[in-house]
Every structure is written in structure tokens, then in C-alpha cells.
């Protein structure tokens, strides 16, 4: 499929995981994609596995932290002129702090609200000019399950997700008379660098069993229980496609029916 021929893409947490699998999607798809991420290490993967693929003379790399408005400024903006407009932003860049509530630190609340829900709002108000030039421009935010189903010792990577929801709906009404649609990816049981080290960064004491709920039903080819980043980037795909005209200011969820 070549969905994405003449589209112009910025992808945010573009260096690992679900970010760098829908840069490689998007690239495959014909798309040409600005990916921008905190890592620079991370980003020279994404771009290597690009030149592998053969589709890295389409692909630029831009180091960014999302939570700065200057350098969310500046990147953005030579982006859009770099690649005469913008058609689709999509914001993966996230942290996960984990913790008791009870213990948990104003520093990393703060941090994790930076980069999740500010970084989020930051990357789209700047890149709106340039979506809605477009006509057909196209928001894809990342909730996460925890925006809608209880995640515990994540209060605030859970907060953060709930606020990227409410902020994609309200994106979604107010914009959608000018051809403009957002749209909320939930990823869940998902094989990544953050999710992967989830239990690694629980409290002591922290109950097992309270996670429960998290567990995908289906099984993946190989018989692995969590899902690939690949599997996401495709809903992605077709949510920021033409194939996903009809859609806005909803959640999808891809999580292997870990809340069904």
C-alpha cells in the first residue's frame, strides 16, 4: 500500500518502540516523515533500520525534548518548511514514572505531566497551522489503557493519558469543520522499552496481583503474550490514512483484549 505518497509527517518518541515501528511504517507506506525524538542514539536506529529498508532518503531525524517550548518551536518550524507543510503529527514521545501515590514525588509528576500531556499540547498547537493549511491534516495522540482503566503505582502516567484523551477530544470538535481530525491510540500489552520495564520500576511491596487486568487474551505468532510495537504503527497507519477519514475524536484501542 502506498497510502501515504506526497503526506508529510512529524513523529514524536520516534527513537524506540511504537514511535520508531510507525516511522518504518510510515516511510513504507511512502510517506515523508521528520522524526523526532529525545535519544539521539535512538533516532540513529530508526534511521538505520530506515537506509535498511531502503526508504531513508525520506526520513530526517530532529534531537527534541517535547517538554521545551522553545525547542518544540524551532523544530517544528523548520519541519513545516522543510517539508513544504504538514499532513499528520504524531505525538509518542512519553515517560512512565512509577510509584505509591502516597510516595510519589512532586518531580516526577511534574516531569511525567511535561512530557506526556504538555509535550502533547506544545507539539500540536505549534504544528496546527500547518495541519489545517493542509486540509486534510491529522492529530494522532497516545492515551494509553491507563487513560480509561485503572493502572496502579502510575498515578501520574495515568493522569497525564487521561488529560492527552480529554485534550484530543476537545482538538477533535473544535477543529473539525476545518477538515482537521484527532484521534486516540490506547496501546496495551504492548512488547516496548517503557512497558517492558514496568515491573522493574514498581515500589517495594507492590501487589502482583492488582495487574491482573493487564493481560492480552490473544497470543501473538510466536506464542509470546505481549504484542509488537508493529501492531499499533498499522492502526496508526490507517487512522492517519485516508482509510480513517470517517474517524475523529475517538479512542482505539490495541491492547490483544486485555479489557475486553
Not at 496481583?209 to 510495537?229: A, C, F, R, V
Not at 501492531?231 to 479489557?259: C, L, N, P, Q, Y
Request: aromatic content about 4%; glycine content about 12%; proline content about 3%.
Amino acid at each position: 500500500m502506498q497510502r501515504f505518497t506526497d503526506r508529510r509527517i512529524i513523529i514524536t518518541g520516534a527513537g524506540s518502540g511504537i514511535g520508531a515501528a510507525t516511522v518504518a511504517r510510515l516511510l513504507e507506506e511512502d510517506g515523508t516523515v521528520v522524526a523526532c525524538d529525545v535519544s539521539e542514539s535512538g533516532l540513529a536506529a530508526t534511521a538505520a533500520a530506515a537506509e535498511e529498508a531502503g526508504t531513508g532518503k525520506r526520513l530526517t531525524t530532529k534531537v527534541l525534548d517535547v517538554s521545551s517550548e522553545a525547542a518544540v518551536a524551532d523544530v517544528v518550524d523548520a519541519a513545516v518548511a522543510d517539508l513544504g507543510g504538514l499532513d499528520v503529527l504524531v505525538n509518542a514521545a512519553a515517560i512512565q514514572r512509577c510509584a505509591h501515590t502516597h510516595e510519589h514525588t512532586l518531580a516526577d509528576w511534574n516531569d511525567t505531566l511535561a512530557v506526556n500531556l504538555t509535550g502533547t499540547f506544545l507539539m500540536t498547537r505549534r504544528a496546527l497551522p500547518a495541519l489545517l493549511d493542509s486540509g486534510h491534516g491529522v492529530v494522532v495522540n497516545f492515551t494509553s489503557t491507563s487513560a480509561s482503566f485503572a493502572h496502579p503505582y502510575m498515578s501520574a502516567y495515568a493522569a497525564s493519558k487521561g488529560g492527552v484523551l480529554a485534550f484530543t477530544h476537545g482538538l477533535a470538535l473544535e477543529y473539525a469543520k476545518q477538515g482537521l481530525r484527532a484521534v486516540n491510540v490506547q496501546p496495551g500489552g504492548v512488547a516496548t522499552a517503557l512497558a517492558m520495564s514496568t515491573l522493574d520500576k514498581m515500589p517495594e511491596g507492590y501487589d502482583i496481583g492488582l495487574w491482573g487486568k493487564q493481560t492480552p487474551l490473544l497470543s501473538q505468532p510466536d506464542g509470546s503474550i505481549l504484542g509488537e510495537p508493529g501492531a499499533v504503527a498499522g492502526v496508526i497507519a490507517m487512522v492517519a490514512s485516508d482509510d480513517g477519514r470517517f474517524i475523529t475524536g475517538t479512542e482505539i484501542r490495541v491492547d490483544g483484549g486485555a479489557h475486553a
